[in-house]
């Protein structure tokens, strides 16, 4: 398959058919944009065969991308209405897996010692969940109030213990009707940086993402539907490099045309000169803005309220 | 049974002898000293039989506390030395449950949000783990390497979960031959906070300390020998309150002698009066150190090189 | 003079009360309250002549104490409506001293690695400063917006230098019209810790607070008025012993009376007591809610967005 | 000048060799390098007339790079090592301009509340300082106790004043004989970020680096001579970028020869091309291991303690 380098169904269905010039839609997938606001855009890509399936390497199910801009100078009234915007999103996806009161389990993914990887153990901490409260001191909730747990499993380098493995035994134990996955993604733009949300129905399926080793969690796996909630927080630095000689040789191929050399060039030796310009191959380089932090604190607030409202 | 207010079996052990006024060893408790040096002292309490457990509130089993004084102060050396202490004592309690190469799992209760409950989850990001490089790279490793892994699961505020639930099914897909367990401990003395480790091998079980709702993680419900480490982070503020009061009723009646009004006020009269001071109760009012956050840095590093050259 | 170990005039002015079995109000005091809601209430004492300096200690001035109930369950909403208020009594204390456009240099004191006293230092990670903007692109500005400033001198602990020294240079340099200082305070009541804020337009004089060594910070010495911001974060754990023992001696008193021993012993022998409590003398010991994290991030929105409200 | 995009005279000097393909070395600069270990490489960098200073932009004086190889692996004994070497070199750089009991102010640069910013806060919170035992307790230190005092003054974003402002005051008030400035720096090297420092005694003269609003804090401006500690913490994304389309325009020319058009193209076009990719302007995009936080907790103990052995 083709390497997209990205996790959002969105760019990998810009990227397919940009390199296969398609000028209508692919057979397989529907596509549609809507604008909620100057800084608010939702785009709703849904693969609906198998086709669309090995089109852009993802499962069947539909993939909300929710796009805020300058997201860096938002203040709270912003932050309210994106939070209200996930919550709409993830409320229509749910009503079509469960019922109102169905229990639900959120899994916040990512390493909380690792700045741009500790978006997803940061919204647990805000989660309000009511399990407990459910067991011990019932009088105090409404009648009908869902229960609600959530748990930040660590990840694989700091457990030794592969996430599904925690979370299969976890389940089995608790119980949900539903798990509520919130990963960090990797993407081809670096706009979309801690600035995006990918909501999906289809859990988590490792592909051209940053961390292939974790095995995916799915309704197959963990025997429930897994809805997934992806934060772009990483573009990985040789996408960067890729994605400029990209350009160039388009530029050059344009101008210069019968240029040979670049024909045959396009994409083996790519990538020997990134690994020439990206060398100490043992470290993970990423491409990150300077006020990644500022910006993990407001997506935080975004999901977290997000989907304290869409499930409470 | 008495409240001791302490989670330590030092103290409870000598809590008991005072209130007794015992001069020999309690029936069912064996306890020695040992001065490593000026800054470190090794108290070991064995509690034998019922009579002992009965006494002090703690099952039967060995209770190792470590003293770190001027911990405050200390350099690199004095940590170095203290977590060589930890790794001595470790390795003896572990010698006799678990052969040399029998898997370990390792547990970091607490609330990394919350600064005095945040060492069990610091500790646990600084254990050098094996157990994923052990099924996917074993060439790197040594051919007798222990399999370790490791958990920080939460707490039941912020995760609506049990401990018990989540570790228990952790424990049925990871399989560990034992559990060591690194949890916060109440103790009656400041000087003990976060400076004072207590070794024993009998698990957590819930009493006199600071979160009661927690339910028991000892072999008995796990399945495998649990070895708690345990590190006084609090002294609640009632008894500050508390021992401020005995020491003056004692005086009082030392020197005045015929009260009896103090004669009969004695219990349940100081609880009116620490309540009438410390009264917002919704609140877990704690005492500690200002200098909280440096002396959990410190004892962090200890905890964890203790461990890991224990295990390793 | 009375220790009173509370750095809030409303504290003192009670307390001075109390000892004195007054019923009107000081001489030299001006008191009044107001209930704004369920969990809102704005005190105020105005001290008025010397009368009332000596009596409880503090310049001749406004201090404005805003308390806030349930601070802990607060969301969004009543933070919002918490900062309104601190605006609004910002803005009445600012107009008394300045005009409106004139500069403000806004200080935090305190320790950003201590967690009781990191409040300062964040409230001026939140302050919209435009002082730079000013200098370098005046045309991004409404014609007459203020300048301000801000800075996190550090303590003395960790600079060496004294506060004063640091601000003298910076105020030589920036010019500022007023210094707004934010600080935090010793309180004798462990509801108001990180849940209580004083407005004074009398600046800092260290007294029977925490921390005494630092050197006062007023317009006797700044050469510019200054507002102190100071929020309860800690009651010494000395407090709470000592407020116990006057309980019981009190009620021993009432009900037993006739106690010799005890009328003597009031005042110096308490503090012998409370030394045999609490030990190790070279600890700074306090007595913090274990919410004390969370309690300083919404304190730290109400007073920012209080300030940033009031200064632009 | 040249667009070097770092700020380390040793990269810019092989910058500057390499364009203009000398095999001697540049007149005005000498230069050595010294293996101490497998894993630690000292180079210097002298500049010694004014050729030097307009080949590589850096004023005359003494350039030391300490690179660092598996910082990222490093334990306890590596880190030690490492201290030790920049104690070393420091203490050589201090005795060329100020006597053994010279008082000394070291400040440092940087935004605590940014990941890659953060190293300059970090280190002066562990510099052991003596300024204030000086004046409170001498009779505690050793009687040819050398004045240490240290400051974080913060950034021109978050305080509105420019650091030299801030500094000039406090110099004027704490009358140090020299200061230590800990800065980040930009790199064309991803190996060296925090990985590599760079000590020179020359100050900070910004130019090609990341910040270049800051004034220059050397001899001139602050009246003392400046020791600068920088540690490379970013490479920008466009270096990245630039360094591919730089490799792959000359691999075209040397394989396909005649390309009028590439020619042409080098410098100019390969800025709109960057452009192109890294488009939202208004954010600061860097390149960054994953791992930066424990990069950055390993070298302030090899920064912090290599100042404390060197100056006390």
Redesign the interface.
Known sequence: MYNFRTDLALERRDLYKKANNLKEEIDGIEAKEEKINDNIIVSRVEVINENGENAIGKPKGSYITIDFKNL?IAH?EEI?MASEIVTKELSQLLAKHIQKTDSILVVGLGN??????ALG?KV??EID?????LE?MPEVLDKDTR????????V???????TL??L???????KPKLVIVIDALASRS??RISSSVQLADTGIVPGAGVDN?RKELTIATLGVPVIAIGIPT?VE?AT??????T???Q??QN??QS????NQ?QEE??YT??K?????E?????????????LIEKMKDIIARGINFAVN
Do not use: M, W
């Open positions: 860096k709270e309210q909380i010692y690792v700045t741009p990887d153990p647990i901490n969940i009511t399990r407990h409260l011990y229960e609600v747990s959530a748990i930040s499993p660590g694989l380098g700091t457990t030794g213990i592969e493995e925690i299969k035994g976890i389940i089995d134990n608790v670096i706009e080793a990483v630095a960067i490099a890729a994605d400029s000689l350009l160039l040789i530029k050059v101008e210069a240029n040979e050399f670049l060039l030796d790519k000169l990134i020439e310009v990206l060398t100490p043992e470290y993970n380089f990423i491409v990150t803005p300077k006020e990644i932090d500022s």
